[in-house]
Structure formats: C-alpha cells, structure tokens
C-alpha cells in the first residue's frame, strides 16, 4: 500500500532554532496537509496546500510557520524560530481528493522536541 | 466553528466484547464528513472508517460500525469482537465539504483498553 513518508522520525533543536520537517505525499496526490499533536492532547490541524498555494490555516500557524513543495515530490514545514510550545508530534498526511478527504493518508509523524 | 465531543477519556472492554465509543459534534453545515481514526502507541493515525452525512446508511468497515445521527449530531462507535490489536486511542472528525481547506477537526480522543 502507498504511503506518506516524514523524516526525520525525532527531532531535537534548540529554543529559537530553525527546523524543517520534511514529508513525501504520496506520488499522485493532490491536497497536503500538516497537523500537530501535543502529548496528550488532540491532532491540531495546521495547513492545508493545494495548487502549490496554501488553501487553508489555523490559527497556529502563525509568521513563524511556513509550507513548500519545493521539487513537486516533498512538501516541507519551517518553523523560523522554534519556541518550547512548538514540542509535538508534527504529521503530514495527503489525500487525492481533499473535497472528501478520500484515501487521506497520515505518516507516522515526527516528533519535534523544543529544549 | 465546528467542535467535536468525545466524552469518555477512557474506556475498557474485555476481549470479544462489543464496545461503543461516543462522539458528537456541533456544526451548521448540512453536508459533511465525519471520521474516526484509530491511534496505536506507534502514534500512526490510521482511518478505521468514514461516514458522509449525506447517507442515511450507516458505514460498516468489518468488525466496525457506526451509528449515525444526524439530527442528534451523534457519531457513534461501535467495535465488535474486540481484539487486543484494538487497544489505542480513538479520535472522533468532522470536515466540511465546502470551503476550500478541507481540515480535520478533531476529538480529545477515547483511550480504549482490551483486556485479555
């Protein structure tokens, strides 16, 4: 079966440091997302992309959030300059029809550990 | 906004026992999707099954099924034959089918346990 790929699995960074989360949607689909899970507590939808724009955001993802799908196969997450709260597990997820979220997929997340 | 309501934390079933996790939402949209995914300690999300609130039918996936209210905006679900693999959380979604972002909205999640 086909699947959304995040690397890496954990992340450690330092307060006020640059990290990229890295996803790989799968091949042929079209609407990408991110969403984030504090431990313990529920998934927090981020972002939504379709188009090679963003559709959608929350307000979590403030100026220092940022999406790309800089080579038509990976599809990144910045965060500029990460803050303790910023720890969580971060998951891509895809789908090839967003209007119905058919066939969305989740990876396995990576976790983000903000010292 | 849309909110969703799961309102047991926790729950507890014995091995081939049927067990019903609960969900409602809040929302005035009339067409929507709802969803339940289940959340292993891998931490994976993983789709157990999803209901148009179009359908009148309810959504079977093998051993799970839901009991869907759509005046009542209650989602329920029921696992049967309950195996130890079912052990997880368990989140309960809602989505818009309008608008152009698609999110997810979801639960604070059930935690069930299958005990032997």
């Known amino acids: 079966e086909p699947e959304v790929t995040q690397t890496p699995s954990h992340q450690v960074t330092q307060m006020g440091q640059e990290v990229i989360l890295r996803c790989v949607p799968i091949?042929?689909?079209?609407?990408f997302y991110w969403y984030r899970q504090i431990l313990g507590q529920k998934v927090e939808f981020l972002v939504s992309?379709?188009?090679?724009?963003?559709?959608?955001k929350s307000e979590i993802f403030d100026d220092q959030f940022s999406v790309e799908r800089p080579d038509g196969s990976n599809f990144t997450l910045k965060i500029r300059s990460t803050k303790l709260e910023d720890s969580a597990m971060y998951f891509c997820?895809?789908?090839?029809?967003?209007?119905?979220?058919?066939?969305?997929?989740f990876g396995s997340g990576t976790q983000l550990s903000v010292l | 906004a849309q909110t969703v309501t799961q309102s047991q934390p926790e729950m507890s079933v014995q091995e081939a026992e049927t067990v019903t996790l609960s969900c409602t939402y809040d929302?005035?949209?009339?067409?929507?999707?709802l969803f339940w995914y289940k959340q292993p300690p891998s931490r994976q999300m993983i789709l157990v099954i999803r209901?148009?609130?179009?359908?009148?039918q309810n959504a079977t996936e093998n051993r799970f099924s839901v009991n869907f209210q759509k005046a009542a905006k209650s989602f329920s679900l029921k696992i049967s034959d309950s195996q130890l693999g079912d052990t997880a959380m368990y989140f309960c979604a809602f989505m818009k089918s309008s608008g152009s972002g698609y999110a997810l909205n979801f639960g604070k999640g059930t935690s069930l346990l299958v005990t032997p």
């Open positions: 929302t005035s949209e009339n067409n929507y999707y």
């Open positions: 992309f379709y188009n090679n724009e963003i559709s959608e």
């Open positions: 997820a895809s789908a090839l029809d967003g209007a119905t979220n058919e066939k969305l997929f």
């Open positions: 209901q148009e609130a179009y359908k009148q």
């Open positions: 091949s042929n689909h079209l609407y």
